[in-house]
């Protein structure tokens, strides 16, 4: 398809595993997000790559959470030793470029923690 | 620092009604603001966005916005409600990121959109 797309679409692990996300942006787009969206705490962002510059990482929660994103294409975001609290649908969205807001969204990783 | 707040954590219509969905924003420099849609099971859909240009904006199905510096709003309307604006409605502010990034979001809490026939 041609929009944004994410697997798996729901992910149920126990708690201390690790798990990966993945993310297949809009081809052409340059520029990729990810948000997470919990009950408690709305949706937050998380961390957001532009090109080829460093990915700014200011919304990751903790040190258990890292993303990668490799040829500027598909990017997996990586939460270690979940825990029970990381529970939450995990979105990615994509944009053409800096000057674009997330414009458009997967329907998102739907995580669940034991 | 940058925030949003969404009056009505639920809001219900009657279909053919006026929508208005409220939101205030807080931000240390000019803000650019947005509105989004998300439908069950969805990810999130851009309606419009406010970019310093024109205050009202129009958007997709018929939304539009009109920013209002004096009240720090940014308020969602439809004139006439359709069941299929059933929804959960967010508004955003872009946050600083780094060197004014806009890929740093805030979201308000959302408003879930009721229409009744």
């Known amino acids: 398809g041609a929009g944004v797309s994410q697997s798996p679409s729901n992910k149920v692990t126990e708690k201390g595993k690790d798990v990966e996300l993945r993310c297949d942006p809009i081809?052409?787009?340059?520029?990729l997000y990810w948000y997470r969206q919990s009950l408690g705490q709305g949706l937050e962002f998380l961390i957001y790559?532009?090109?080829?510059?460093?990915?700014?990482k200011s919304g990751l929660p903790s040190d258990r959470f890292s993303a990668e994103r490799t040829g500027g294409s598909v990017s997996t975001l990586t939460i270690q030793r979940t825990q029970q609290e990381d529970s939450a649908v995990y979105l990615c969205a994509s944009s053409l470029g800096s000057r674009h807001q997330p414009q458009h969204f997967g329907d998102g990783t739907r995580l669940s923690i034991l | 620092a940058q925030s949003v707040t969404q009056l009505g954590s639920h809001v219900s219509v009657s279909e053919g009604a006026l929508v208005l969905l409220r939101c205030n924003y807080s931000?240390?420099?000019?803000?650019?603001l947005f509105w989004y849609v998300q439908y069950p099971n969805q990810g999130l859909q851009l309606l419009l966005k406010y970019t310093s240009a024109a205050t009202l904006v129009k958007g997709i199905n018929g939304f539009e916005a009109e920013f209002k510096k004096s009240e720090t709003s940014f308020h969602l309307t439809k004139p006439s409600a359709h069941m299929s604006d059933a929804a959960e409605y967010f508004c955003a502010v872009s946050g600083p990121g780094r060197g004014g990034s806009q890929g740093n979001l805030i979201f308000g809490k959302g408003t879930k959109l009721s229409v009744k026939p």
């Open positions: 790559f532009q090109g080829n510059s460093a990915p700014d």
């Open positions: 081809s052409g787009h340059t520029a």
């Open positions: 931000s240390s420099v000019p803000p650019y």
